[in-house]
């Protein structure tokens, strides 16, 4: 089955660090390192008080390209392009259009009117690309570039600092993108995007695969000073659990639509069309009958996904979609989806390994962070 797993560009570059690699989305990916900086919680620890540096090429890359291209994935997608400009990226959906389920959810880079560069999650990458083919017009292709280019994320407070010092562009606002070239590799492009998956100040760097380890080198060599941590995919899920990002899969899927996850700040209600509307607004109209809320453990139970949620011990109101130990507030925290309706000041319990912990509903983020900080 390993052999199957499609491998990044940096496959060398993680077993040099003593990674230890898991599946994800069909990659064989790195969950964590080895040596004295490794491990999910040293990882995520190096990211929140200073920088981490993580191999996420297993996700998407998609290009809708050709006249009106723009108009046709904001006619599609749930987000309203109409509201950002070129150089800006937007977290958008993709939404079924007879159930409004979730798709994918992803992020598109709007470079102009004629060139949209999606980058959605690694296992739904060639089901988005076929919805987006099989309704383009004349003229527009939508062409899957998933394993042409390498993704890397650098996140963390001295992320700016690092990107600075391999002179790439370093300082734009908050989900927005600057295309620049890479010195060590002559010739090669890299889309210098202000976003990321755990809450900090971060890039996300856009490289074709041959240029990827002298940029992965390169930043690793310049954020030494910083302490900087080769992070593993393990200590991605951790920082993103601590603020509440919902992972398809888990949180989000074809069975769990954007007003159910409280994804509606993602959706333009206004846009005359995009996939799902109709079904959508009438279920935002009615109200949704389940919600998804974030739960912090009261005593010491640890939640794990598909561990049942209870109102009291015999009234069961649904289970955890995503659930673990967060290494900065040293307690438990969880994603629920849940019958809707449920006084958000109830004490829930949740059923870990046969025994019902305490849980307080709580606001998200679980904890403070400097991902729009200017």
């Not at 010195?183 to 041959?210: H, K, M, P």
Request: aromatic share 6%; glycine share 12%; proline share 5%.
């Amino acid at each position: 089955m390993a052999d199957e797993l499609l491998r990044s560009p940096l496959h060398e570059r993680h077993e040099a660090l003593g990674a230890k690699f898991a599946e994800f989305g069909g990659w064989s990916m790195p969950l964590e390192y080895g040596g004295e900086r490794g491990g999910v919680v040293k990882e995520h620890t190096a990211v929140r008080t200073g920088v981490g540096l993580f191999d996420v090429s297993h996700l998407g890359k998609a290009t809708v390209s050709g006249p009106g291209a723009a108009a046709y994935v904001n006619a599609t997608l749930s987000n309203d392009l109409a509201k950002i400009g070129p150089g800006r990226a937007q977290y958008t959906l993709c939404c079924d259009e007879a159930t409004g389920g979730v798709v994918d959810d992803l992020i598109a880079y709007y470079q102009d009117e004629d060139h949209v560069l999606l980058v959605p999650n690694a296992a739904n990458t060639a089901e988005v690309v076929r919805r987006l083919a099989a309704g383009a017009p004349a003229g527009v292709s939508v062409i899957d570039q998933h394993r042409d280019y390498a993704v890397l994320a650098l996140q963390g407070t001295s992320s700016d600092e690092v990107l600075s010092a391999v002179g790439l562009p370093a300082g734009h606002g908050y989900m927005s993108f600057v295309e620049s070239g890479f010195d060590a590799a002559e010739g090669v492009g890299v889309v210098v995007c202000r976003t990321g998956y755990t809450g900090e100040r971060g890039y996300e760097l856009i490289i074709e695969n041959d240029a990827a380890p002298a940029l992965w080198d390169a930043l690793m060599a310049a954020g030494e000073r910083f302490g900087i941590a080769a992070c593993g995919l393990g200590a991605r899920d951790t920082l993103r659990t601590e603020m509440g990002y919902p992972l398809h899969g888990q949180d989000i899927s074809l069975d769990v639509t954007p007003n159910e996850a409280r994804l509606g700040w993602a959706v333009g209600w206004s846009k005359e069309a995009f996939w799902g509307r109709d079904v959508l607004l009438a279920e935002k109209e009615a109200g949704p009958r389940r919600r998804l809320i974030a739960l912090r453990a009261t005593g010491r139970g640890i939640p794990r996904p598909h561990m049942g949620v209870s109102l009291t011990p015999d009234v069961m109101i649904g289970e955890i979609t995503s659930g673990t130990f967060s290494p900065t507030l040293k307690q438990g925290v969880a994603l629920a989806l849940v019958t809707a309706g449920i006084d958000p000041a109830a004490e829930l319990g949740v059923d870990v390994r046969g025994r019902r912990e305490a849980f307080e509903q709580v606001k998200l983020p679980f904890v403070d962070t400097s991902v729009r900080e200017q």
